[in-house]
Every structure is written in structure tokens, then in C-alpha cells.
């Protein structure tokens, strides 16, 4: 049942479509076996451990203008070796690269992503991919994934220049595509990004909360599974 008449949908990419953590961990094991890493870190899960410690600090640096692009992509794994006693910008560049050779390639998605996708194409919706990522890291995730054949058009932080949660980026993605806000809905799982950002510019969200979250932000709906997207589309 359509609890309001949307046509156009905007959807965050990495943990909302692209299984995020499971594409990242089968690539953080191969760059652990490609450099032997053995003897730094010890087990393919200290090196993800240290990985995850410091993946989104630095992203949340570089959204507020405090890290450069080059500086964030390394900043991780010279944080991470590190931890390992290990002081090797050298090192922590090699490694990034080849993480970021592998990562985008991988194909996993998020449980129910194909199908409610179908669903929505075949509905009729136009549907678009707002995201905080790179241009190209993101490009390379759609077509190895599969997921380009659902979308009309990708708004990143590059191609913007903003990032969520600012106004600037939720505008400039509507305006570019002519949709009205009240025929517009953003469908994301980070809630400070993609939800309160969406609601401060005044458009309709939808929580995606796989692991039920308490929280106490007011938001249009919210969904621990990606199929309960056709009982509000």
C-alpha cells in the first residue's frame, strides 16, 4: 500500500545496497595473503580489526575539511600498522592501493537488494545513488555489482562538490533531475548522513536500521529489512 505518492528515490550505496562489510573483509584478507602481513599483524582478524578502528574517523575528518583525499585514503592503514608498532607511510600507501583494487570489484550486496530493486524498476520509479564516496570507487562498485541497469544517474561528493548531510547535495541532486521534495524520498542507513540530513532539507526519509538501533530522531519510516520497502512503495 503507498502510504504517499513518491516518484522519485534516492538511495545510499555502501551498507544500504553494497554489502559494505562483507566486500571489505574479503578484501582486507586478500591484501593480508598478497603482502604476508602475517608477521606484522599476526591473523587476517587483527589486521580487519585494525581496519575497521580506523576506517571512519578519517572519513568524518575529511567531510569536515580537516584530512585531503590523498591524506584520508592512507590515513587508515598507517593508523593501523601503527597499532603494530609499525611507522611506514610507504607501507600504508602500497596497502591502500591494492585495497582499493580489489574493494570496488567486489560483487556482494545487501539481503533483498536485487529483488526490491526489480520490484521498484519494474514500478516505474526513477531512482538515483546519492553517496559520500569517490566518483570513480563508487562507478566501479555500481558495474561490478550490477547495480547500473536500476539507476539513471549517481550524485557523488565529487561530481557535487558537497557532501551529505549538507543541504547543498540533497539540493543539487533534485534540482539536476527536476524532482519535487514531495515526490522525493531518501532511503539510507546512516542516520546522522542520509536521514537527518534529508529531513533538514525538508525531503521524506527512510531509516534502513538492519540491526534495530534504538535512536530518538523522528523520521518518515523506518525498516530493518530492505524488502519492507514494498509495504511503503
Not at 587508515?76 to 611506514?88: H, M
Not at 557523488?156 to 539536476?176: D, G, Q, V, Y
Not at 535512536?215 to 530493518?224: G, L, Q, R, S
Request: include cysteine; charged fraction near 25%; glycine fraction near 4%.
Amino acid at each position: 500500500m503507498n502510504l504517499k505518492s513518491y516518484r522519485h528515490l534516492y538511495f545510499d550505496l555502501d551498507r544500504t545496497l553494497w554489502d559494505y562489510e562483507t566486500n571489505a573483509m574479503e578484501a582486507i584478507q586478500e591484501v593480508f595473503e598478497e603482502f604476508k602481513l602475517q608477521s606484522i599483524f599476526g591473523s587476517h582478524e587483527n589486521f580487519w580489526n585494525a581496519f575497521v578502528k580506523y576506517n571512519d574517523l578519517p572519513w568524518r575528518q575529511y567531510q569536515k575539511g580537516i584530512l585531503k583525499k590523498e591524506v584520508l585514503r592512507v590515513r587508515r592503514f598507517e593508523l593501523a600498522l601503527l597499532d603494530y608498532q609499525i611507522k611506514n607511510k610507504s607501507l600504508a600507501s602500497i596497502l591502500n592501493d591494492s585495497f582499493l583494487n580489489i574493494c570496488p570489484r567486489k560483487t556482494g550486496l545487501v539481503t533483498g537488494a536485487s529483488e526490491v530493486l526489480e520490484y521498484l524498476k519494474e514500478k516505474n520509479y526513477r531512482m538515483f545513488i546519492l553517496t559520500n564516496g569517490f566518483t570513480k570507487i563508487q562507478e566501479t562498485k555500481m558495474e561490478s555489482s550490477g547495480l547500473n541497469p536500476y539507476f539513471e544517474k549517481m550524485f557523488t561528493t565529487e561530481n557535487t562538490r558537497s557532501f551529505k548531510p549538507k543541504k547543498a547535495i540533497f539540493e543539487h541532486a533534485l534540482k539536476s533531475v527536476h524532482a519535487r521534495k514531495v515526490e522525493s524520498l531518501m532511503i539510507g542507513d546512516d542516520l546522522e548522513v542520509d536521514i537527518i540530513g534529508a529531513r533538514n532539507f525538508g525531503m521524506d526519509q527512510v531509516y534502513f536500521n538492519p540491526k534495530q538501533e534504538s535512536h530518538t530522531e523522528t523520521v518518515t519510516y523506518e525498516i530493518a529489512s530492505l524488502m519492507e520497502l514494498k509495504c511503503i512503495l
